[in-house]
């Protein structure tokens, strides 16, 4: 039961625990998937990296206005006071600090002039249940910072980190916009492999349905449907997002960087484009499950009517000479019990005849 | 009988009425829902509450032009006498007035230069009759009162009420925008329960087509589609409605304040995604119900056409045993019991084969 | 099959009369609905008010240029040669006229600077055979005239001759472009009353489908989809008509009576929301048939099932004892029947728990 | 087979001759649908009217350059040479010339400055095969003249002829662009009379699904719904092209005269619009269609299981009495047979009234 | 299985190799089609044209600021230290260097102001399989200079090539723009030959549906619908990079030359349509098919109730009478059993009777 609330819940977020409540106060809404709120930090230029996990958020609060680059990773968002201290030493406007604890937030970009803040979507599949897990990732962009807060600590910003302490060259040498850019990416990313399970699960249908089509394969196939509406709800505002971004004249992005975002954005109106496709191919399915089993039912009863249309007669006739009235001249023929089995067979191959002009044999 | 009609006259409200009137003659369309109206106030500044509950209107007047921040709450249209004072002392459009009192209101923002006139709908869902039931409210945004108009004295503003009283920061030190803004935003929270509850029924209903998908679930589903429907019309011009506001150039709003606006929208929006994927989600609910009755029947037939296959065959070879002919050779011999027996055993496990092999059983 | 043709031409007029000839030549195209053409007329200003009936229509020449208002009706279009007096007169556009007598035309707005044109749909709803029928409504709006050409007299515009003989104060005292806005507003109220008529006619067909889905309660919701079809046709065009009256900038049209265009334009939004709406409800009425017929063959078929699965099995019991072999030990026996009963009743009790089990009973 | 291919071909006309071609080498694609080209031409001022059939293409290169309108008319598009000296003489672009004898092309205007190029489909509805056949009409639209290329010699333009022949006002008087809207609208006219006859068709095909629905019927209907979906595609590309036209700012388009294409603009828009409707409608016919087949289908279910639930349960009774037991007390008793004849009837107007409980009869 | 996978899998590139990696470094995406890449180069101003096969890229690199036109084209992306080759020495984007070797690109242009960059798909439509078989290829237009890249070495340029080897004039004279121009009308031109291809399978299936609807018919249907989906998912984005391209304004693009690719333009707006049109013709298949097969399951019934209905009544009649009961009176009469033919004679034309009246039969 408790899973089967998930599967329409995840489609927003309940607000009961915040209803009526004034904006600016911050009430995280969401499970709580972590123990601790786990912050970590690298700040960095192209000839130095300075990376450490840290205690206490206000350790963090030095590195604001400390050029060029750094990155402060926070995951779990229950420590609200945390979030208000952050809040509170770079300026961030109360709407922002409540969305940023809200996980129901639709992906957006707003532009505070001071900092941009980003929401989006970071999308996993489990394969076990084969459900669209979502977990809403914040993202500060200052003028010398990037703060991003995660629900739980996660693995898609690993490669990012990778690069930054390879010293590759770009990342090193560009800005925190450029590194927003890198994070976004890094999850829409993400979403190409959730596309390629996606489509995996369509082939196996497909070919399921083609073999033998059951009950279960049509549950599964709604299911996969429901996941689809799903994936659609959560990817579709990134266009928007990311359109609204790159044309975005802020001070806080490099114009030479806008070649980035609209990279991203090719990438993201992909995904939106296969969804689309996908939804149609599923749509199809679903239509083919239907006819095939009418099909199906179709060949059943071409079975029973040729068996009874061809049966019903011969047992009447069978019937008509099992009957005892004393005066039945046939019954005392020699040659009546052969000349019947004559007429049955006779029938019988002409029924057959009459189904094979049918065509139903 | 009178249960049913309200179900599409619910869509518009019947302007029989009204038909032909000249506009701003005052007529209360709609259902009169409470006795007498109810007249109460609240007028604040930072360091100052004023609360009281008025006898009449006239009470109220003085009011208009008092900084900062007065609101007048009426509960009930029907007097609509005491509509007409309220808009001769503070100016309102004889449509407006015209508008407040008949409740078939679409959601629209009006920019009067003087006032904004808002009309927004309160949405609530009765469990019993699984029904959404709307109220309309109409706010009267001035430059020192906002006046809103109720169809019933209802609960959700009491949330305004209590942050009010509490004294808290940010409500009692803006203006009567902000104010504004709060009392949509407690409307458009309201929403977001709708939509739980739409979402428990969905996934109730999803449970009951998996174990047994009967005629009733289906006349439910149906019936929910159609609350769907209705909650769709009425919130998605919410979203216009809004998008208005947010780009109004009006003296009446404050530029500090159009990030709440926003943020109130962005949640009208999920509102409506959500709407779109519930759709969704019922229509394919619709499609798996009707696969799942064809799949039902299938296997009906397929017992049918088993039980048939098998034995009318058999029974036919009996009827011929119980023929009365006096020259039947077989009928005397000794063995043709048992032979017969062996033969009607073959022709069993023949078909039980032929089934096997079909995969029927 | 008179009255069958009239289903699809009614989507739009026959254009063959006049296929190829010149434009500005006037034929009538349409139904004549009236004996005679008849000519009214209303002129007044705030204090006064002339009404009369006129004969010859170049008696009302003379209040062409008569300020402030006359409003010239004429009931009837077949009499081309005075729709070519009244084009000459006041100096409309030939193309115009054309379009005056033509009854196919789609509702629209002209601003031809000397004068506004506009076409409107006037929609009744025939209860007996349950059709819509539409009537083209013409308005020419000059500087201190209005002409409007109706298909044949009607009671729409008598609530609006009602206001002016009342004397009541705004359409006395408002120029002609206020008299358009309060017939297009009658004519816009008229649809409300067919929305309604439509409403009474989804929830009788939702009740009796609920009751007993009959064949001729699907023929009755595909007509009723039709009807619904025809009229979002009517309709949606005005709301570009209204749309594009509100931002005309003419000095026909003044400033202050924009307010009533755009309630109008809501109205109209209104109607074609809740046409929508109702489109849906119809779609899925049809689905619910299918499934309710689907539902219905279903339980036929389980009686059948239960039935011949019962007694196939035992009738062929039967048969077997009633062979006439010469050398059957059971036949011989004592309990032969007694026992035989009892495997009978073994058998369908069997049967029975057998379908309880697959809940077919 | 050859008839069947056209009917997806017609969508669009095979590129293969002319793939990887370099453009503006003119090859003819389409069917040669006339034996050899036939050139007429009409010149005309108000006074003067000289019309006449040439020869040779070279014989109208002096109406060029002389005002006011000459009107060259070419039936047939094969002679690829002529439309190649017409394009060296008047100055035809390259691609325009290629354009012309493509009858592939899609409804267009295009502006080259010195002339006007447009592209219209003229269709016509063959109802011997009830197919919609179309024909590629191109304009050339110069200062002083207007070229017409037609495919084959067709009886759509006699109208416009006759009118310039009788001398009419306003054709004489005016330029070479009020000649092309002339063609234009004649074209579109003839949309209407194949909306005539897709109407009358419908309105067939509901009588006869009411009266019978045969497979025949479903074919017709789906047959009419592609030539439903080829009308469109012809269509609605008209309703840009009239829009280009409208606003094009040209010095070969009179201001006076956008009044005229915004009124066939208009008509294409209702052709549309009705288009959509008879979409629909259809749409509704094949729903309503298969809701009848499987009420036939539940009805003969009925019956068949009326009669076997009612007979099989009786024949296993007299099944029972005809077995050949040695010890079977009933048969010996004397009121055995009348005493089973009422048992028979009870069961059967048992099985009678429970029919008739089930509404089956 | 694995031909299978590549159903979904075409619809976007495998992202998995890439994710997470730094912008800029170049990973082939996709699959290696050809062994070595191969570098082919010409070089021509209208009187001089030079053209022959690369083994080295460096060698081409001379090329690049030589006037009028060099187009080098390069079939295979695999050998990614060339693309990097080719990158720096014509100053390409790391970015657009990474799209060309990643071949899951949806169709773009982007303007760089050195150079711009486009990409399409080249579609082929492979009849074994009845899949369309997309490759990516991307040009870069430069100067003075064309780049264009294959996945393979393919036929569809040939065209192009023997049209500059003969010297045309066009083609000779203008500049890389127009080259590319040509390449995309090409491209764009094999698009028909697909639709041609497409269009073909459609008519054979409804043929096929009209004579024999099997359930592989089915499942082709579905297949085409599929490739449909994929077919519209890659030619869809051509429609925006064309018009994004006809108005771009770029130093690289002539003015004269924009008439030609609005001329490609066109003919990707046709192969769109067609694509629309077919989709809808397809699923009305799917509609008809399941119709088709919903008539041919009433006519199997019918058979099968005709026959039960007949025959079940009569044999129980002739069971009544094959009882032993001592005592029936029938049995003992002279004329009972001719009687008894008559009545059942009698039984089966009322039956047939019953039918005909029916028209069933």
Known sequence: MQKKIKRTSKFFKKASKKAGMSPGILVHVGEQ??????????????????????????????????????????????????????????????????????????????????????????????????????????????????????????????????????????????GPDYLAYALIDAVVDH?????????????????????????????????L?????????????????????????????????TVFIRDVYDHTIQVIDTIESFRDIISGMMDLYLSTVSNKMNEVMKVLTIMATIFIPLTFVAGIYGMNFKYMPELEWKWSYPVLWMVLIVIFVGMVFYFKHKKWL
Not at 191 to 218: A, S
Not at 237 to 257: D, G, I, Y
């Open 33 to 174: 998937k972590i123990e601790t709120a786990r912050i970590s930090m690298m700040s960095y230029d192209p000839a130095r990296l300075e990376e450490k996990e840290l205690n206490y958020i206000e350790d963090s609060f030095a590195y604001r206005d400390t050029p060029p680059v750094s990155w402060i990773n926070i995951d779990g968002l229950h420590e609200v006071e945390m979030i208000e201290k952050i809040g509170t030493h770079f300026g961030i406007h109360p709407l922002t600090q409540e969305d940023i604890v809200n996980t129901g937030q639709r992906p957006k970009v707003e532009d505070f002039e001071d900092y941009i803040y980003l929401v989006l979507k970071m999308l996993k599949f489990d394969e076990t249940s084969g459900h669209i897990v979502s977990e809403q990732v914040s993202l500060i962009l200052g003028p010398h910072y990037l703060i991003s807060f995660q629900e739980t600590q996660g693995d898609v910003f690993n490669s990012v980190r990778e690069r930054i302490r390879k010293g590759r060259v770009h990342i090193r040498k560009s």
């Open 191 to 223: 979403y190409f492999l959730i596309l390629e399970k996606m489509g995996e699960r369509i082939e196996h249908f497909e070919e399921q349905l083609h073999v033998r089509p059951t009950p279960e394969i049509l549950q599964a196939i709604y299911d």
């Open 225 to 257: 449907k429901r996941e689809m509406i799903y994936f659609r709800k959560q990817v579709w505002p990134m266009r928007e997002v990311l359109n609204t971004w790159q044309k975005a004249e802020s001070a806080l992005v490099q114009e030479a960087n």
